[in-house]
């Protein structure tokens, strides 16, 4: 018996360095492969095993959506963040503060990178953009998040949270995606200078930390009274952003101050924004899983988060869609996955099965549908061996 259990370990063991295997040729093979092993063989998977294939997805997902198009439109960030790393290449350092002032945190991780690597071409300062964020995502995952879950229900929250992750707006929307990572290890810290410092460096990403944190923080203690006032003041700012965007036209607000800097991107009416039919359907979903009745106590702590995340992202559509959209990036493309999960997670085989229908779905909008205009751009699906890296140099 305990030799069959070695052979069948053993067979698990090499199971999950194929996806290692196949990356240096096809990224797309090594990512989906992974997928696999962890919906198919989740219950078998020891600790090692799902580490592996975590950061396999993690590694051939950044490399697939760094490969993506760039510079085809003026709505992408990277534009302007690709713009900051030129601009930093001279060693001039100072040129942080000058350049994004208090959202100073990104410009130094540019820095880094010229220190370490020198000038790199797009495709690679797009993949330690989107990389390190997929680290800081499963280090959460497994160190907070799925601490109390048991073992045999860990690879399939990694395989949904995964899933759903959304690494192409970790290179888009990078300094607010960093910022909502950072949040998750303020409001998981055990120390009141731990919760600061993390707030204080998700601050130094994107300012509308200093929005979100204290609300999230205020939902754990006082969740029916966050939910009204957060309720009202989004109805009131739906009411009054027309004149909001006046007083800033004119001059009246402070340009300069966090936040009210913010609005120069909606008075030039970059701020309309349609939320896809997936994205609207998986995010009713969510809700109605946590409105069911259950004994769950992971879920019931996960429950007026849902609840609040739900409401602001329709209610902030009566200000304008774009808000709504980047208010709510924490849980539509970070945790979207992981919430599905918790939701899903006593219906066993249907829960499988939903993650198995998501990735081919993935797969298909990859190859096929709008992701297929924006992926592939730097190197095709597959190629010689490390092909990705020898066309960057």
Known sequence: MLVALDSRHCGLYVACLLPYMALPFCPLFSFILAFLLLLACGRELDGLCRIALGVGIILSGSILYASRMYFHWEGDDFIRYFATYRTLLNGDIMQVFSLYKLECALGF???VLIALFGELEPASVLFWTIFPAG??????????????????EKSLCL??????????????????????????????????????????????????????????????????????????VVVLAGL??????????????????????????YALGF???????????????????????????????????????????????LV??????????????????????????????????????????KLKTMLFGKEHIYLFDSYGIYGEWFYYIFKEL
């Not at 800081?136 to 497994?142: A, D, G, M, N, Q």
């Not at 810290?189 to 944190?213: C, D, E, M, P, V």
């Open 271 to 317: 701020g309309e924004f349609m939320p896809n039919a997936i994205e609207l359907g998986l995010v009713i979903m969510v809700a109605g899983l946590f409105l069911l009745p259950t004994n769950d106590p992971i879920k019931k702590r996960w429950f007026f988060f849902v609840v609040w995340f739900v409401m602001m992202y329709f209610a902030l559509h």
């Open 109 to 111: 991780w540019y820095v």
């Open 135 to 152: 680290v800081l995502f499963y280090i959460w995952l497994e160190k907070y998040a799925m601490s109390e879950l048991k073992q045999s």
């Open 240 to 265: 009054a952003f027309p004149q909001i965007l006046a007083l800033y036209n004119s001059g009246a607000l402070p340009r300069e101050l966090p936040l009210f800097d913010k609005l120069g991107f």
């Open 159 to 232: 395989a949904l949270s995964l899933l759903f992750f959304d690494f192409y707006i970790a290179s888009e929307y990078t300094r607010q995606f960093f910022a909502s990572l950072v949040i998750l290890y303020a409001l998981y810290a055990r120390t009141t200078l731990g919760k600061l410092f993390a707030i204080a460096l998700a601050t130094l990403f994107h300012t509308s930390t200093l929005l979100i944190a204290p609300l999230l923080f205020a939902l754990r203690h006082y969740p029916r009274a966050t939910l009204a006032i957060s309720f009202a």
């Open 320 to 361: 304008i869609g774009g808000i709504a959209h980047r208010f709510t990036i924490l849980f539509t493309t970070i945790l979207l996955g992981f919430l599905l999960f918790v939701g899903l997670r006593r219906l066993g085989i249907a829960a499988v099965c939903f993650g198995g229908g998501a990735l081919l779905y």
